[in-house]
């Protein structure tokens, strides 16, 4: 199984996750957790890398939070 199918396997079943259960959970939280962890020495390498996954964590939280003002 490639990488990228298991990115992907795990990139829907999050958004599952969150769409399901919105109501139960602080789906703020769980996205300000995800990101506390990127940033951490369990994230990635670099900070290119630690910056990209933190783009995307937004890209995916829109839907979900909406901004700050």
């Known amino acids: 199984m490639s990488q990228q199918a298991q990115i992907d396997a795990l ?27 990127i940033m951490s020495s369990d994230g990635p390498p670099s900070a290119e890398q630690k910056t990209k996954a933190t783009e995307y964590l937004a890209h995916l939280k829109s839907p979900f939070v909406p901004k700050k003002r």
């Open 11 to 37: 990139e829907h079943l999050l958004m599952a996750v969150l769409r399901t259960n919105v109501m139960t959970l602080n789906v703020g939280k769980v996205f300000e957790e995800a990101e506390s962890s």
